[in-house]
């Protein structure tokens, strides 16, 4: 079983910069491939980044890709989502979600993760 929790959400301006942090609990945490999904009001889940077991590989949805940077710290069970430029349209609730993964490739399905977090709101307006 693993718990994620997600912070540093909130209120951002346009072009401004938010560091959303995901903390899991268990002593597996490096067994597990990372992804960050967002899901607007209105909308379905979307993927927005996820990285693999070691750190040493990412990928991004193309909405996000050159703005926002995920990594991981397995010493410490965290994995984090930079994200820079910010648009109105980044507005959503994002969540951190873990699968456990045998290999070091990376995934892009909500589908295929095992657990999430509970959310964190991201609002970018003036």
């Known amino acids: 079983q693993v718990q994620l929790v997600e912070s540093g959400g909130g209120l951002v301006q346009p072009g401004g910069s938010l560091r959303l942090s995901c903390a899991a609990s268990?002593?597996?945490?490096?067994?597990?491939?990372m992804g960050w999904f967002r899901q607007a009001p209105g909308k379905e889940r979307e993927f927005v980044a996820t990285?693999?077991?070691?750190?040493?590989?990412?990928h991004y949805a193309d909405s996000v890709k050159g703005r926002f940077t995920i990594s991981r710290d397995n010493a410490k069970n965290t994995v984090y989502l930079q994200m820079n430029s910010l648009k109105p349209e980044d507005t959503a609730v994002y969540y951190c979600?873990?699968?456990?993964?045998?290999?070091?490739?990376?995934?892009?399905?909500?589908?295929?993760?095992?657990?999430w977090g509970q959310g964190t709101q991201v609002t970018v307006s003036l």
């Open positions: 268990g002593r597996t945490f490096r067994s597990y491939v």
């Open positions: 979600a873990a699968d456990f993964s045998p290999t070091l490739g990376v995934e892009i399905r909500p589908m295929e993760y095992d657990y």
């Open positions: 990285i693999n077991r070691n750190g040493g590989r990412t």
